[in-house]
């Protein structure tokens, strides 16, 4: 017979990896009418009760279902007196992801606790498997387990697992397993006999796992140990505690926080006294003598408070002791392990790579404040140039502020009028320095001449003025102001037509061509007195000129043409489920200024030519598929042939083989190359093989080759690098759920 009752009476609960036994006073009773929404249903072959024994008894097949978990034995039996229940023959226990199974599960149902003998329990959330002779609940958070196995690997013989004589776990708190032992295969590796681990499902406390490598030339032996302290649900600390064979101990700490549900930040900071002689020339010029221990650190603070989302505080402290930092500690650093491409993680906030090829820090700290039309942004900021032997010539803003009036009609007329002003007070310790006041309104008044064309005329008006603080300064030119005037025009238009194709997923393709022209005229400005703290401006809407306060002030006259051409194919793709959505395939731009005054200039006395032509700028993205990209950003003069080359590819497959190439020039300054080449070799070997070369300076920047190898559970793999001051070589070895350990 099989005879499902439903239950009304909740009697016990055991939690945690033991299970629920719900039953009722009337079990017996088979009309009795439950309610609807009763949460437990026992269903066997055959239910029975003993009034003396005042026992509840099922037999064969057993099936006891309480909210998400499942019971199943050969048969059940709930002692009431005693508040036991007892579940024999092949006992399973299936918590939603989770399950325990065991010859024989016994539980209080009044204290909790429990005990499952011959057992083995399943935790989904780290793939984790647990055996053990005896898996005894002993309080509400509480665990012990007789010669417990652990892993995190499939089957019945796992490539590893943890073995030790007793663990006593407290979730929550922490775990103690007396004689450990690694096994692989079952063939013990590494033993001791006492180890302590956090238990927790929260964050926790605990040692994280260690960077151990072997440098040849630069460091010796580099150990670091990482200790990870859970402080409160809104508050964590890491220690670093480092040992470099050839410098000597470093110490670093990073501290992350919540204050409230608006604010949060990370504050790190290092230090170690470096006892490693260096002495470094180029050429024969000496540029680095240490004999001496020198004192290094660095430090970074971010934090931002978001009052809404047009209102925000943000901080970005970045320091480091010297401008050779980030070449000495270029294999493995604070900000190498953080950087991050974009800011989707709150806490990871460092937009560069920390390598010997960083030129320059900045440091910058903002309050920004938007409404409908105008913004409003007030920033301080301090770069350190590592690229000059004293900084104490570089600009830095203290403070900037720029009031920004977002393009939106005059009143309800055609007219429209956007607005932008600037005030920055330039420091550096030597050189001109001093206030700088920028204002700018413009007007335009776009119109259509055809279904084709459009045409926008425009007029600003610039106001400058300037006060200079620097000793050099006299009543003379001592302060100033210019007041400039630019008149444009930009007349463009945009063609296309959309093409029914049957290619790949795609199903319509769009063409685009939008040609450009655009006419700037700005009349002769005075140039004497002009501080150069004055940041380059530029009058003609162009892509070659920027706000960039390390440029040389251009306060010139100017009249000018510039022309761009832009091409774009964008294809209509239908995904899995049949929904639509654009994919840019092709986009190229074209773009150049053509100087009017340049070409009329009197070349009577002068030398050289005339050169009206600027560069001209190319743009390329081609992504024709998922699994190919290239993009290019070029310069070329009409005078003297490329000045910029800058090309990316990407090729990928569906194996997984990846390849990423990319090559850099600037003339005079900039040759490299750098590819990354991942090659699945097996379904469980791949190869990796990286190259950059500085071709300008002749000199190899990294060579890597490595191997790696995965298994379900586990994963090993070594790697060679050789780059131009050092060899390095590194075995990584990974256990899924225990982290990686690099050798």
Not at 315 to 326: E, G, M, N
Not at 676 to 686: H, N, P, Y
Request: with cysteine.
């Amino acid at each position: 017979m099989n005879l499902p009752i439903r239950l009304r009476q909740y009697v016990g609960m055991v939690t945690g990896a033991i299970f629920v036994l719900c039953v009722s006073n009337n079990i017996f009773a088979q009309d009795i009418k439950v309610p609807a929404d009763a949460p437990v249903k026992i269903e066997a072959d055959n239910l029975s009760y003993d009034n003396e024994r005042d026992v509840y008894s099922a037999f064969g097949n057993v099936v006891i279902t309480y909210g998400d978990g499942v019971l199943t034995a050969a048969s059940v039996e709930f002692d009431r007196k005693n508040n036991l229940a007892t579940a024999q023959g092949g006992a399973f226990l299936k918590m939603a992801q989770d399950s325990l199974a065991g010859d024989k599960i016994v539980v209080n149902v009044e204290d909790k606790t429990g005990v499952a003998y011959n057992a083995k329990a399943f935790y989904a959330r780290n793939h984790f498997y647990v055996k053990g002779d005896k898996i005894e609940k002993t309080g509400d958070n509480s665990y012990r387990i007789e010669k417990p196995l652990a892993t995190t690997c499939d089957g019945d013989n796992p490539d590893w697992q943890l073995a030790g004589s007793e663990m006593n776990v407290t979730v929550e708190g922490y775990g103690w397993l007396k004689n450990a032992r690694l096994l692989t295969k079952g063939v013990p590796v590494v033993y001791t006999p006492l180890i302590a681990f956090p238990a927790k499902t929260k964050r926790q406390t605990g040692l994280l796992f260690p960077y151990l490598a072997y440098s040849k030339d630069k460091d010796g032996v580099d150990v670091e140990i990482p200790f990870f302290w859970a402080i409160n649900p809104q508050m964590d600390a890491t220690f670093y505690s480092r040992y470099i064979e050839k410098r000597g101990f470093k110490e670093g700490a990073e501290f992350r926080y919540f204050a409230g549900s608006k604010s949060f930040g990370t504050l790190y900071g290092d230090y170690m006294e470096d006892n490693k002689h260096v002495t470094e020339t180029i050429g024969n010029t000496l540029i680095r003598d240490w004999q001496e221990m020198h004192r290094r650190w660095s430090f970074m603070a971010n934090h931002q408070t978001n009052f809404d989302t047009q209102f925000y505080v943000r901080t970005d402290l970045r320091r480091v002791s010297d401008a050779w930092y980030f070449r000495d500690f270029n294999a493995h650093n604070y900000y190498l392990t953080h950087y991050a491409g974009s800011e989707e993680d709150p806490f990871r906030k460092i937009p560069f790579q920390g390598n010997e090829s960083l030129r320059s820090l900045e440091s910058s700290a903002r309050v920004f404040k938007g409404w409908n039309n105008y913004n409003v942004m007030a920033r301080v900021s301090s770069t350190d140039d590592f690229a000059v032997n004293n900084n104490d010539r570089t600009l830095q803003q203290y403070p900037e502020i720029v009031l920004t009036g977002i393009k939106q009609p005059l009143f309800s007329t055609p007219v429209y009028f956007e607005f932008a002003g600037h005030y920055d007070y330039f420091y550096r310790g030597e050189g001109a320095k001093g206030h700088y006041v920028d204002l700018s309104p413009t007007i335009s008044l776009p119109f259509n001449i055809s279904s084709y064309a459009k045409i926008t005329p425009q007029l600003t008006v610039r106001e400058i003025y300037w006060n200079r603080e620097d000793n050099a300064a006299d009543s003379e030119n001592k302060s100033g102001s210019r007041t400039i005037y630019n008149a444009g025009l930009t007349v463009s238009s945009l063609l296309s037509r959309v093409f029914d194709v049957s290619i790949l997923n795609w199903e319509k393709v769009r063409h685009e061509i939008k040609p450009e022209v655009l006419y700037s005229y700005t009349p002769g400005v005075r140039q004497d007195d002009i501080p150069d703290y004055l940041p380059k401006i530029s009058s003609l809407l162009d892509p070659f000129t920027s706000y960039n306060i390390n440029n040389t002030n251009v306060l010139t006259e100017q009249n000018a043409l510039a022309w761009s051409l832009t091409n774009t194919v964008t294809a209509r793709v239908k995904d899995k489920i049949g929904m639509g959505n654009y994919l840019e395939l092709f986009r190229f731009k074209l773009f150049q200024v053509y100087d009017i005054n340049e070409a009329k200039k009197e070349m009577a006395g002068s030398t050289g030519d005339r050169r009206p032509m600027s560069d001209i700028g190319m743009e390329l993205d081609l992504k024709p598929h998922s699994y190919l990209s290239f993009a290019a950003r070029n310069k070329y003069s009409p005078y003297s042939g490329w000045k910029e080359m800058n090309y990316d590819l990407g090729i990928s497959d569906w194996r997984g083989d990846k390849l990423t190439f990319g090559y850099r020039y600037t003339r005079d300054s900039i040759q490299e190359i750098n590819m990354d080449l991942k090659a699945v070799i097996t379904e469980r070997l791949s190869g990796q093989f990286v190259i950059r070369l500085d071709q300008f300076n002749s000199q190899t920047v990294e060579n890597t080759v490595g191997l790696v190898y995965t298994e379900q559970c586990w994963g090993v793999g070594v790697a060679y690098t050789k780059t131009h001051d050092d060899e390095r070589i590194m075995l990584k070895i990974s256990l899924a759920g225990l982290g990686m350990l690099g050798i």
